[in-house]
Structures are given as C-alpha cells and as structure tokens.
C-alpha cells in the first residue's frame, strides 16, 4: 500500500515564526502536492513538485515556498507564519502526471494553528 | 476553468439504504476522476479512481460510473452502514492537478 506521512498531526505556532511541514511518500512516486483544506473554500493547491529540485506554483502560493531535496520528501515552509495560515495542511503524491492511471495518495494531515 | 459540483451537499440515512452521490464537471476533456473520502479532522482517503477511458469501477459496496460527455459521475453505496458516515468528495484531473468538488457530507444513522 502507499504510505504519505506527515510530520505532524498537530502543530501551534506564533506570528512571525518560521514552520517546516514534512512529507515523505514510500512509493517512489514523482508528483508530490500541498494542498490546504478550509471550510466553505474546499481544497486549494499551494504547490506541487515534478521531480527532485523541481516545483511548481499552484493556486495559492503566497506565504509559502517549499523544497524538494529527496524524490520522497516534500517539505513546505511558512517563511513567517501569519493567523490567517490556519489551515489544515495535506500532502499528497502520484506517479508520473500524463496519464490517465495516475492516482493520489494523501496523508493524515496536519492542522496548524498560528496564534 | 474546471468546475466541480457535488450534489447533496449532506445526506442523513438509516442504515441499509442504497445510496447515489453526485458529481458533475464542466470541462469532459479530463484524465481521470477520483472518488475520496474524509473523517472527520483526518485526511484523504482514494476510494476509487475511473480512468477518461473508463465507464465505471468497482470495489466492494462502492461502485463509480463516469458520463464524460454529461459531465457526470455517481458514487453508488449498497447497504449502507453506520460506518460509512464521513464525507465524500470528488476530484476530476484534467492537467496536472485535482479540482475538488466541495464534497456531501454523509451520515448514516442506526
């Protein structure tokens, strides 16, 4: 079975600090998202990544930038976390993109509170 | 621009009932369609994916049927359970990415 996990189920940060999300995937998949996950708005892409080094903008990437290092993980960073980044954060993954097969995988999540 | 429409927005049944979810898409050139389901504070959880080139998949109790040139696709649940209770979204990929519908919130009651 895919197995995305994520750091932390639950996270409290205050205004202005700096917070890594980790993802890691053991299925060696290529695609790897954030998305994060707001009553009333759904779920909004914030980044995704093709490939090692390689990223992508998604809906809504102000606030955030992330980092690829490794084919299975996917860190996403709040370069200065701000209230309104309280959100459920969820990381997923997928093989190669252009074909119809391609599934996503998500983790459990993680809600972030900024105070 | 893709958008994706879920029809009810909640649903409350007794247990054993057949039940129909829908979800309908504007833009047919689509990839695939993927059905997810959500607990509560959780994340989520691939319950079936039909290809572009598909009609239908099933697993278990669940069956998907897809209609590209409706624009529509139905999550059907037999014999429902209390344990089926959580919500259901659907997500059509027509470039790299899901758009999601906003989902039906299921209960199944006793």
């Known amino acids: 079975d895919v197995k995305v996990t994520q750091s932390s189920r639950y996270l409290v940060k205050r205004t202005g600090e700096k917070v890594f999300l980790e993802c890691v995937q053991d299925?060696?998949?290529?695609?790897m998202f954030w998305y994060r996950q707001d009553p009333g708005l759904g779920l909004r892409l914030i980044y995704f990544s093709y490939d090692v080094k390689m990223k992508e903008k998604g809906d809504i990437p102000e606030g955030y930038s992330v980092s690829r290092e490794k084919k299975e993980r996917f860190s996403l960073i709040l370069e200065s976390a701000s209230t309104n980044q309280t959100s459920m954060y969820l990381c997923a993954s997928s093989l190669w993109t252009w074909t119809s097969a391609s599934e996503q995988f998500f983790g459990p999540g993680t809600r972030l509170t900024v105070l | 621009k893709q958008e994706v429409t879920q029809i009810p927005a909640a649903l409350s049944v007794p247990e054993g009932e057949n039940l129909v979810l829908n979800c309908s898409f504007t833009?047919?050139?689509?990839?695939?369609l993927q059905w997810f389901r959500q607990d509560p504070g959780k994340g989520l959880t691939s319950l079936l994916l039909?290809?572009?080139?598909?009609r239908e998949q099933t697993s278990g109790r669940l069956n998907a049927s897809l209609d590209k040139s409706s624009g529509r696709s139905t999550l059907y649940i037999a014999a429902s359970q209390p344990g089926d209770s959580a919500t259901y979204l659907c997500a059509s990929r027509a470039t790299y990415k899901l758009i999601f519908g906003t989902g039906t919130r299921l209960q199944v009651f006793p």
């Open positions: 299925m060696d998949h290529e695609n």
């Open positions: 833009d047919s050139a689509i990839y695939n």
């Open positions: 039909i290809q572009s080139s598909q």
